[in-house]
Each structure stands twice: as C-alpha cells, then as structure tokens.
C-alpha cells in the first residue's frame, strides 16, 4: 500500500496540506465545503494540481461560503469557465455550486453540513458513498472516500508511523470514537 506519508512531508506542496489538515477534524461549513469542491475538482487529475489551484480556487468561490456560491448564475458559472487560475471543468463547477444549495438546505434538515455528517456517523465506506451519490453531485467512491478521510471520518489518511497520526489521534477523530 502507497501512502501519502511516505512522499508528502517536505514536498513544498504537499508536506502543508499533509501535516496540518489532511485527517485532521473539522466541523466548519466552509472548510467542509471546500474540502468537498477540491475532492471534486481532482477527480481525475492529481492532488498536486489541485493543491497548486487552491488559492485561486479559493478566491474564485469567494471563500466557499455556501450562500454566496449558491446564489450563482450563469454570469457566474462564464466567469469560472475564463478563469485561468482554477480548474475549469464546467460538470465540475455546475456540481459545486448545487452543492452549495444542498448544503443550505442542511441548516434546515439538520443544522447544517458538520451535524448531517455527524448524524450519519458512522457508516461503512460503501455506505457513505450511496449516502452522498443520493444527496450530492460528482461523489464517486474515490471523492467520498478522500473527502472522509480528510475529515476525520474515515480511517487511512496516515499510517500508523506517521508523527501526523499520533497529532490526529489526541484530537480523538470521528473514525476513533466509540458509537
């Protein structure tokens, strides 16, 4: 098995992203939000170009506040598609943004996206990809995965060894807790 620990602390791009989010929990809206628009946007290119992108990214979906994003239209969507600094696939954006609209109509169903998730927890992987391929656009397996992974809710992001895991394991990640 090929681990993200072996080739990412040290690498000015990912060794960041590894050591200090990556399995790490979070419950923030927008960093739930744009941890979910990166995975989509990598579907099919590597981590490193996302993680190249993200501040552009960032930028260009004025800091993935689900309102904001939800409220896009069309002009919106143009200015995405000639927008150089981001990956610029439109099914990818489309899906972001409806993404967004689900997410609002979280507050109201649940209290928003951290207490859908947690209300969820826990499921097997499987079961997490049913659930967001029936609630989400663009949520293959692999999407999912990393997204839940990334999160806190799905264990793998780091071998055992890794002295990231031991930092992870003190904050007690959702993958860790007693149901």
């Known amino acids: 098995m090929s681990w993200y620990c072996d ?3 040290g690498h000015p791009v990912h060794g960041p992203y ?3 989010e990556y399995g790490f929990p979070a419950s923030d809206e927008d960093v739930l939000f744009e941890r979910l628009a990166l995975e989509i946007m990598q579907a099919g290119l590597s981590w490193e170009i996302v993680l190249k992108k993200r501040d552009g ?3 260009a979906f004025h800091g993935f506040k689900a309102d904001r994003v939800a409220r896009y239209g069309d002009q919106d969507t143009q200015r995405l598609l000639a927008d150089a600094g981001i990956i610029r696939n439109r099914l990818k954006i489309a899906a972001i943004i409806e993404n967004a609209k689900r997410i609002r109509a979280m ?3 649940h209290g928003g996206f951290s207490a859908w998730i947690e209300a969820h927890h826990p499921l097997s992987k499987e079961e997490w990809v049913k659930l ?3 609630t989400f656009l663009f949520t293959g397996g692999e999407v999912v995965n990393e997204f839940l992974m990334s999160l806190g809710y799905l264990p793998g992001a780091h071998k055992p060894t890794c ?3 031991k930092k992870i394991a003190k904050r007690k990640p959702a993958w860790m807790r007693e149901v």
């Open 132 to 134: 967001f391929k029936k």
């Open 107 to 109: 507050r109201k169903s």
């Open 18 to 20: 590894h050591d200090t």
């Open 7 to 9: 080739s990412a602390p």
């Open 57 to 59: 990214l960032f930028k």
């Open 163 to 165: 002295p990231v895991a």
